[in-house]
């Protein structure tokens, strides 16, 4: 019978263990990961916050305030991201640009104005967002689409390429 006791370890150096365990996770920190594409590295205002579990890749900027949430990827390779002053992209999003290779006139940058809100999961791919702009959770505005300041997409609307959500508008459903 005491052999079999033997397996299982006394209460002090189960909590010894597991006080260590909690340890190392508190001193291990995840940073976001950031690569640069082509020589240009993803640039972050001092006063930004980036989620460890972010992905920034490419020519990105981010201004003072922004934050950058859990999961989300922007991915600037090739056209520039620029996410404004006190911009919020919540956990999920998914940010992109536009190249020229489809015969375009030329590659499409992501711009998020000042003072914007991207909800969860939400994908922006090379579209601009004015100041003050709204994308509800799930949304997605696609290639050339404009959401205007005081702008708003519904949560999972479809903003359809070279669209424009009005200054005070609200738009919603997908067509």
Not at 121 to 135: I, P, R, S, W
Not at 142 to 165: D, F, P, R, Y
Not at 167 to 175: I, T
């Amino acid at each position: 019978n005491r052999s079999r006791h033997k397996r299982y370890k006394p209460l002090a150096a189960m909590r010894r263990s597991v006080s260590r365990a909690a340890f190392a996770l508190r001193t291990r920190t995840r940073r976001a990961v950031c690569y640069a594409l082509d020589g240009v590295a993803p640039e972050t205002d001092a006063a930004a916050f980036v989620a460890p579990s972010a992905s920034l890749v490419g020519d990105i900027t981010l201004a003072e305030d922004a934050s950058v949430w859990h999961n989300c990827v922007l991915r600037g390779d090739v056209a520039r991201i620029s996410v404004g002053m006190r911009s919020n992209i919540q956990d999920g999003t998914v940010i992109h640009v536009d190249s020229d290779a489809l015969g375009g006139a030329g590659s499409t940058p992501t711009i998020v104005g000042a003072d914007c809100t991207v909800g969860h999961m939400a994908l922006l791919h090379a579209c601009t967002l004015g100041d003050g702009a709204f994308v509800g959770m799930g949304a997605t505005v696609m290639s050339h689409g404009v959401v205007e300041s005081g702008g708003m997409l519904a949560a999972g609307a479809l903003l359809t390429g070279g669209k424009v959500v009005g200054a005070g508008e609200l738009w919603a459903g997908r067509p």
